[in-house]
């Protein structure tokens, strides 16, 4: 079930040799008024995948939310963003300068990556033993917060590097993790956010099809 807070569902379809996305299929073609009703198989609707999802039902995952506000909504491309990890019940634990939370609520507008693999049964059983006691660790105390060297990802990837080692694997540095798992999520989810309020302001949003081997738009989106 789509939650709320993830925005309207973002639909694909062809016409007038264009792509078209739109929250709904309309009965005619805003581009030439003509009725979209579809004859082809390949030229049938599909929905756009969307990045967001209810953090609070991933399990042993990496979350991704704005501070403030929610992606679809304040975010602007430059605001400051807050990461956590879930349990396996999906309480985002996360780090600030108030110390460690355990969040029932607020991340259900996020980017997830998963950090186990589904049949990592032995870990995940031991996965919120880890996590509670990592977080009760003195080293995440409220004064030991530092906005740029002991932050919300510090706190994270420290998690992630000591169950690695737990594992006998090799360890993530920042630039590792952003750069493999963070930033391809990132990109995309910044595509989708553009597209959306695009359709949010005009109602629909147009790209040329690749076929055709057209230039592509500036500002345009492809998904």
Not at 61 to 71: A, E, Y
Not at 91 to 103: E, S
Request: hydrophobic share 30%; with cysteine; glycine share 6%.
């Amino acid at each position: 079930m789509l939650c709320p807070e993830a925005g309207k569902p973002i639909i694909k379809f062809n016409h007038c040799q264009k792509y078209i996305y739109s929250f709904s299929v309309p009965e005619c073609c805003p581009l030439c008024r003509r009725d979209v009703g579809s004859r082809k198989l390949e030229e049938a609707p599909i929905s756009i995948s969307n990045p967001f999802i209810n953090g609070h039902q991933e399990k042993c995952s990496f979350l991704l939310r704005p501070t403030q506000g929610t992606f679809l909504r304040e975010y602007d491309g430059r605001s400051d963003l807050h990461v956590g990890i879930t349990n396996t019940s999906g309480v985002v634990y996360n780090y600030n300068v108030q110390g460690i939370h355990r969040d029932e609520a607020g991340w259900e507008q996020s980017i997830s990556i998963p950090l186990l693999q589904p049949n990592m049964y032995g870990l995940m059983d031991q996965w919120d033993k880890y996590l509670e006691e990592f977080s009760n660790s003195g080293a995440w105390l409220p004064h030991r917060y530092e906005e740029d060297h002991h932050n919300c990802y510090n706190y994270t990837l420290t998690f992630i590097n000591c169950i690695l080692s737990t594992e006998g694997m090799e360890r993530l540095d920042k630039t590792d993790f952003t750069e493999k798992y963070v930033l391809p999520r990132t990109r995309k989810a910044s595509k989708y956010i553009t597209l959306y309020r695009a359709i949010e302001e005009h109602g629909f949003y147009v790209t040329d099809r690749p076929q055709h081997q057209a230039s592509t738009p500036q500002g345009s989106v492809s998904l």
